[in-house]
C-alpha cells in the first residue's frame, strides 16, 4: 500500500505542478493548490488532475478508484485518505 500511496502523491504532485513537500507537508486544501499551481486554472483543471492521477493508478497498479466531489475546502490529506480506501476496497 505504500507503493500506492507514494504513486498517487508523485503523480498528482507533477500533474499540479507542485512539489509532493508542499502538497502533503503543508496539508493544502484543494483551494491553496488551485491558488498556488501555474497549471491549474478552475475547478476542472482541478478534477482532471485527479482523473489523470486515477487513469495512472488503473494503468500502473491495476486499480480503479473512483473519487466522490469534493469542496475546495477540502485537505488533500482528505482526498489522498478516500484514494487509498478505494483502492483498499480493491485489494480486500
Given at each position: 500500500?505504500?507503493?500506492?500511496?507514494?504513486y498517487?502523491?508523485?503523480v498528482?504532485?507533477?500533474?499540479?505542478?507542485?512539489?509532493?513537500e508542499?502538497?502533503?507537508?503543508e496539508?493544502?486544501?484543494?483551494?491553496?493548490?488551485?491558488?498556488?499551481?501555474?497549471?491549474?486554472?478552475n475547478?476542472?483543471?482541478?478534477?482532471?488532475a485527479?482523473?489523470?492521477?486515477?487513469?495512472?493508478l488503473k494503468k500502473?497498479?491495476?486499480?480503479?478508484?473512483r473519487?466522490?466531489?469534493?469542496?475546495?475546502?477540502?485537505?488533500i490529506?482528505?482526498?489522498?485518505?478516500?484514494?487509498?480506501?478505494e483502492?483498499?476496497?480493491?485489494?480486500a
Amino acid at each position: 500500500m505504500e507503493q500506492v500511496d507514494k504513486y498517487i502523491r508523485t503523480v498528482f504532485a507533477a500533474s499540479v505542478a507542485l512539489g509532493e513537500e508542499e502538497i502533503f507537508g503543508e496539508n493544502l486544501t484543494l483551494a491553496q493548490i488551485m491558488a498556488r499551481s501555474g497549471k491549474l486554472h478552475n475547478s476542472i483543471d482541478l478534477m482532471e488532475a485527479f482523473a489523470r492521477t486515477a487513469n495512472g493508478l488503473k494503468k500502473e497498479h491495476g486499480v480503479k478508484v473512483r473519487l466522490p466531489a469534493f469542496p475546495l475546502d477540502t485537505h488533500i490529506s482528505e482526498v489522498l485518505a478516500s484514494f487509498m480506501s478505494e483502492v483498499e476496497k480493491v485489494a480486500a
